[in-house]
């Protein structure tokens, strides 16, 4: 991977990569730069094989991700809106963060938020397969507050929780948070951690993800989001072909083995 001056990667042997965003003098506010690093950077790691699972999250311990940088809304490249001569070329400076949508990345992505996830944070969080969150994290959207629609973010946080959940979320803006422990509720948050345990949680999930084949999981991911956008029947209809492509032979037979070994994975309860 190349350098970057807003994003902190790293990769290690056990098959996990550590993506952080890391401007935490404004709260991991995107501006172009950061745009153009994630959009790079979801591209490489599709074609990483010994990447197989992403953990996603925030420089510090006061935010995860407040959204587009507003001292950096004069940059052309955060502007949203028609380009070209007609209202149907529509360019969204947001589609270049989201894994799925900028990178067609379909390797697990988790989110460890850290702090505050607000705004433009939920392009980010309406992509990833699910959250583990520090008790002191909080979700907001700001939008309306300043005389703004929240068109994008609502749609994406419907995916992820009820709808009154996202009304209310959207609709109060600033004048409301959702803490960690009510988003835990709603089934926003799959898990809550101190602060001081974030990293080491995010790890151990991770860890055991990637210690999974890799097609297996990957054709997993991709029947469940399927599911989630599709009619019922008409993901049925995509899983005859996600069963075949997912079920690899070698895959297989290491599994009937260590089946047929005695031998069982330690689990815990959560």
């Known amino acids: 991977m190349g350098r970057f001056e807003t994003l902190d990667y790293e990769a290690g042997e056990d098959g996990v990569a550590w993506v952080t965003l890391d401007r935490p003098e404004v709260h991991n506010a ?7 690093e994630l959009r790079s950077l979801w591209h490489d790691l599709r074609e990483d094989d010994t ?3 992403v953990v996603l999250t925030g420089a510090g311990d006061r935010a995860f991700c407040t959204g587009v940088d507003r001292g950096a809304l004069g940059d052309p490249e955060l502007r949203v809106g028609t380009r070209g001569g007609t209202p149907l070329h529509f360019d969204d400076p947001g589609d270049w963060i989201s894994p799925k949508t900028a990178g067609d990345l379909w390797k697990p992505v988790i989110a460890a938020v850290n702090g505050m996830a607000c705004g ?41 929780m009820p709808l009154g959940e996202v009304m209310r979320m959207q609709l109060l803006g600033n ?6 422990q009510r988003a835990y ?22 860890r055991a993800i990637a ?52 031998a069982r994975t330690p689990w815990r309860l959560r």
């Open 175 to 180: 004048h409301e948070r959702l803490s960690a």
């Open 120 to 160: 433009g944070a939920f392009y980010l969080l309406g992509q990833v397969e699910f959250i583990i969150a520090a008790d002191h994290a909080t979700f907001f959207d700001p939008h309306t507050t300043y005389g703004m629609a929240s068109v994008f973010e609502s749609m994406a946080m419907l995916q992820r």
């Open 30 to 36: 995107f501006d172009a730069r950061m745009l153009r």
């Open 211 to 262: 210690s999974q084949p890799p097609l297996a999981v990957q054709a997993t991911l991709r029947a469940v989001w399927y599911a989630q956008e599709l009619g019922y029947r008409q993901a049925l209809d995509v899983a005859k072909t996600l069963i075949q492509v997912g079920n690899d032979p070698s895959a297989l037979a290491e599994g009937q083995a260590a089946f047929s070994s005695g």
């Open 51 to 53: 990447v197989r699972v």
């Open 185 to 206: 509720e709603i089934g926003l948050v799959q898990e809550i951690v101190p602060a001081s345990e974030l990293r080491d949680a995010a790890s151990r999930v991770a």
